[in-house]
Structure formats: C-alpha cells, structure tokens
C-alpha cells in the first residue's frame, strides 16, 4: 500500500490538474460562445445564395456552362484538411485527419502514388501529421484562426478557384468538422469544386413555390457573379464552422477531464483515509503490546 505523503502528493497533483481543465473549459466556453454567433448567423446568408444559384439554374436551360462547373476527367487532386493549432480537443483532429487519409488511401491511391495529389492544411495539428509522414502539402495557414475574418479567408479561396480554372486540378476537396452543437461535429468530407447543384431541377420544379426573380442586368452575368461570391462564403463558412466545433469539443474534453478528476479525487481520499486508519490501528497495537509486555 502506498504511503500517506504519496497519497498527499497524488490528490494535490489531481486537485491542480482539476484547476487548470476546468480553467480551460470556461475560456473555450466564452470562445464557442462567439464563434457560435458567427457561424449562426452567417448560415442562413450563405444558404439563401446557394438556393438562388439553384434556383436560376433550374429555370433557366440555354445557359452556358460556368469555368467552375467543368467537370473533367480527374488525373490531379487536391485536398484541404482543416485541423486546429491546440489539442486537448478529443478525436476532433484525429477524427479529420483519418477522414483524408481514407480518401488518400482508398479513394484516389492510386493518383497519390503517382504524385498528382497535393494537400493544403489549416491548422498545426494537419500541418505536423502530413509534413512528417511526407505527403505533398503545398501550403500551410496555421495562423488564420488568429484573426478568422473575411478577408483573411477570402484570398485562400480565390488561390483555390484559379488553380481550379486554370486546370492545375480536376478536383478539390474540403475535409472539416462542421459544427452541430456544442457536445457534437459532424464530418465533412465534401467537394469544393466543380460545384454541383445542391437541388435537381426535377425537384425545384415540383416545388410548391413558382417564385421567379427580376434579373438586372441579366441572368448570365448574374450567375458570373454568385458563383466566385458563393464559393468564397461556403469557404469561410467551413472554417467558421470548423472553428465552433473544435471550442466545442475542447469544452466537452476538459468538461469530462474535470469530472474525472473529481471522481479521482474521491477515490484517493477514500483510500487516504483507510490507509491513515490503518496506520492509527496499527500504531495503538503496537503501543498496547509494549504497555502488556512491561506490566509482565
């Protein structure tokens, strides 16, 4: 059996590490708290741009086909895994890195091999796994969630469109946690470009709505127009989401590091004190044997 003063020593140490996790869950708390906000209240934005985009599409038929819509035989592949910069955040980063490495290794093997799949990470923790394993990661943004605005994500997500237009890929992905609450994300494994049209024009016309829009100037130059604007939002909308889930899962992580530390703490006074009652016993018997053994 252990001793009192390594008992002592381990409830102390628990008692401090109680301290900081539960430090750390309230400042991700306050942190979710407003990346919350922002992802809440870009959603509905960015899904009102989506559904006009669809919407135009599925009215009209003669429209040429945008440079972000090609689809093309696909030969070169890029991938963009957004990760976090810290840890003590569960399985979220272990949880995106094992999604990209199933595409890696299952679904385009054989394109990775012959060297025409390239990787772009945001955040360290994507940044460290790939870089040591020696994968092709052409670009790093570690330092954007420091400053996660508009204009900082917007030049990444044009970067991606040219290299899309000028047909240096066939296709790209975005692998992210999206956001659901604050003790769950929901993989995302999904593809940026080409973009696809999120309803079928079978079921925009079923639709009970017959809403039709007034275009000015015209709807061919509207389209130019969302198409680069909707692209950049469903980008920064990803890292905003991405952002939310992981304050969420490292509130949740330090919120069960706390519990078990509580639950540890119990346990080892419980076992202090039986141990400290065993040494009080056994300390009496010795001193009632020595006072028998002098009156004999």
Do not use: W
């Not at 569960?90 to 999604?99: A, L, M, P, Q, R």
């Not at 997500?157 to 240096?168: L, V």
């Amino acid at each position: 059996m252990a001793g009192l003063k390594e008992v002592r020593v381990r409830i102390a140490s628990v008692e401090s590490t109680k301290q900081i996790t539960n430090a750390m869950k309230m400042v991700s708390a306050s942190k979710l708290r407003r990346a919350q906000n922002a992802i809440l209240k870009l959603r509905p934005y960015e899904a009102k741009m989506r559904e006009i985009l669809n919407h135009i599409q599925s009215k009209v038929e003669d429209l040429p086909q945008t440079d972000f819509a090609q689809k093309r035989e696909i030969n070169k592949v890029l991938i963009v895994v957004v990760s976090s910069n810290k840890g003590l955040c569960g399985n979220f980063n272990s949880t995106v890195i094992k999604e990209a490495l199933l595409s890696i290794n299952n679904t385009y093997k054989t394109i990775n091999q012959s060297g025409n799949l390239d990787i772009i990470t945001i955040g360290r923790k994507g940044t460290d796994f790939f870089r040591k394993r020696k994968y092709n990661v052409i670009a790093d943004y570690d330092s954007i969630f420091q400053s996660l605005d508009y204009k900082n994500t917007e030049p990444i997500a044009q970067m991606m469109m040219d290299k899309f237009t000028n047909k240096d890929y066939d296709v790209i992905y975005l692998i992210y946690n999206r956001f659901k609450n604050a003790s769950s994300q929901l993989m995302s494994n999904e593809i940026f470009l080409p973009i696809v049209n999120d309803d079928s024009k079978e079921k925009l016309k079923k639709s009970k709505s017959n809403v039709d829009y007034l275009y000015e100037p015209d709807k061919i130059q509207i389209i130019s127009e969302l198409i680069p604007k909707i692209l950049k939002l469903r980008f920064h909308r990803a890292l905003l989401d991405s952002n939310a889930a992981e304050h969420g899962a490292r509130m949740t992580a330090m919120h069960k590091a706390t519990d078990n530390a509580t639950e540890l703490i119990k346990s080892l006074k419980l076992y202090y004190n039986k141990v400290r009652q065993a040494t009080i016993t056994k300390e009496i018997l010795e001193i009632v044997s020595g006072a028998e053994a002098l009156n004999g």
